[in-house]
């Protein structure tokens, strides 16, 4: 499966952004997801994570509360709702995709995870 991402940007601390991710070539209900993302310097970090379904997601900490991950499964498109964003969420956002059996995973390492989109740059100013 091919993922591209889309939706990066500038954005003043406080301010929204909203990241979609689109998949073809598989039947992305196959498929669990997630967001990472990449400060320059820094390694490449599990922002959030959904099963196949929708059904369940999970954050990082600093996500909680302010990131928001969705999929629509019609669409082969999965979302990252970003509010109240600082400027530490700078950094250059992937998603990723990995087949899973169960419909209950969500994966959490960027190891695990097979299929990855280019990423998109979001800066946030302060």
């Known amino acids: 499966v091919q993922l591209q991402a889309y939706g990066g940007g500038s954005v003043q601390a406080g301010g929204s952004l909203r990241l979609s991710c689109v998949a073809s070539?598989?039947?992305?209900?196959?498929?669990?997801v997630g967001w990472f993302c990449q400060a320059p310097g820094k390694v490449r970090r599990f922002v959030a994570g959904m099963t196949r379904n929708g059904g369940g997601a999970l954050y990082e900490d600093r996500a909680k509360g302010r990131f928001t991950i969705s999929r629509d499964n019609a669409k082969d498109t999965v979302y990252l709702q970003m509010n109240n964003m600082t400027s530490e969420d700078t950094a250059t956002y992937y998603c990723?995709?990995?087949?899973?059996?169960?419909?209950?995973?969500?994966?959490?390492?960027?190891?695990?995870?097979?299929?990855w989109g280019k990423g998109t740059l979001v800066t946030v100013s302060s």
């Open positions: 990723a995709a990995v087949e899973r059996g169960g419909f209950n995973d969500v994966v959490v390492l960027a190891s695990t995870y097979k299929y």
């Open positions: 070539g598989g039947t992305f209900s196959d498929y669990a």
